[in-house]
Nanobody, 121 residues
């Protein structure tokens, strides 16, 4: 059974930091690209940091470039999203997903339940 479990979300003040984790079971990071998406209230789900299908490296949405960092721990089968200099517009539910990579939601077979992030003073 494939499971992706996100954690690390919460309430943070603007300018603060959070580190999200996505623990993956049932599949290996070598076989699937694990990417991060988010969904703000009233908006569509969007890619935050996705794996480039060509070279397997993380790429970032323009809105988070320079502030968010994707990393992987193959030994723990876990991926992370370090989020710094958070802004109110980063508020939303953050999801990790396993698939073939890229920005298209339909290219992902498995999704976590999401972890909420609220950036507010």
């Amino acid at each position: 059974q494939v499971q992706l479990v996100e954690s690390g979300g919460g309430l943070v003040q603007p300018g603060g930091s959070l580190r999200l984790s996505c623990a993956v079971s049932g599949i290996n990071l070598d076989d699937y690209s694990i990417s991060w998406f988010r969904q703000a209230p009233g908006k569509e789900r969007e890619g935050v940091s996705c794996i480039d299908r060509g070279n397997g490296r993380p790429i970032y949405a323009e809105s988070v470039k320079g502030r968010f960092t994707f990393s992987r721990d193959y030994a723990k089968n876990t991926v992370y999203l370090q989020m710094n200099s958070l802004k109110p517009e980063d508020t939303g539910v953050y999801f990790c997903a396993a698939g073939i990579g890229g920005w298209v939601l339909e290219w992902y077979d498995y999704w976590g339940q999401g972890t909420p992030v609220t950036v507010s003073s």
